[in-house]
């Protein structure tokens, strides 16, 4: 059976460092026998976290559809911008509402539980996003991910990239190369779906 691997960028910026980071993980994987896919998360747009939103309407549509996409995964790799050395909102708002998903399709789920999880982060900084990534480790941590220990930095991102896309740097390239290849590994070797 095939692994199944989502890449989920956090940022929704056009010219997002993250965001192109996210394109080389693609790249490397897609190579792979691995099925990968992306998501945007522009195409689901949610509100802020409210629970008498969540009581009155219950989970929004946008919300069961990550969740259903996220349940459907043997890995996830999340490539997101560090924000005051934190999670941003958009990443932290998008996984609380998928952890209010309870059901898809009628049956139980926890998107998050089990799931192989992989980090990496791009940033302008001298520090490559690493304090935001402790931030996501602890959330995803909380819901059960497994969450790997090796994890991706790219610092002083606006010089990361050449014209191309490709990482400039060769330890952020082999440290992406790394990191994927371990995500596949452990995926593979936790066959979350049997
Ligand atoms: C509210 C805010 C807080 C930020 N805080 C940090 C920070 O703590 N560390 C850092 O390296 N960059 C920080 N940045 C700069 C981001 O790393 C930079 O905007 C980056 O380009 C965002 O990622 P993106 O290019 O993928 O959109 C911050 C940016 C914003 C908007």
């Not at 890449?7 to 965001?19: K, Q």
């Not at 790799?77 to 560090?82: A, C, K, Q, R, Y």
């Not at 999670?87 to 998050?112: C, G, H, M, Y």
């Not at 190369?177 to 596949?184: N, V």
């Amino acid at each position: 059976m095939s692994t199944n691997v989502l890449i989920m960028p956090g940022s929704l910026r056009l010219g997002s460092y993250n965001r192109r980071l996210a394109s080389e993980a693609m790249r490397l994987i897609s190579v792979t026998d691995a099925v990968v896919s992306r998501i945007d998360l522009a195409d689901y747009p949610l509100p802020i976290y409210d629970g008498d939103v969540e009581a009155e309407t219950g989970v929004p549509h946008n919300a069961q559809l990550i969740a259903q996409r996220i349940a459907a995964q043997d890995a996830l790799l999340i490539v997101s911008p560090e924000y005051n050395a934190s999670i941003p909102p958009l990443l932290k708002n998008t996984i609380d509402w998928a952890s209010r998903v309870r059901k898809v399709q009628e049956r139980p789920v926890q998107p998050f539980k089990g799931l192989v999880v992989g980090l990496a982060s791009a940033s302008p900084g001298r520090f490559g996003g690493l304090r935001g990534l402790e931030a996501v480790r602890i959330v995803l941590r909380a819901l059960g991910a497994e969450v790997l220990t090796q994890q991706c930095l790219v610092p002083r991102a606006a010089e990361g990239f050449d014209e191309n896309g490709r990482l400039t740097d060769d330890v952020a390239r082999s440290s992406l190369e790394t990191l994927c290849e371990k995500l596949l590994d452990t995926a593979r070797s936790l066959t979350r779906h049997g």
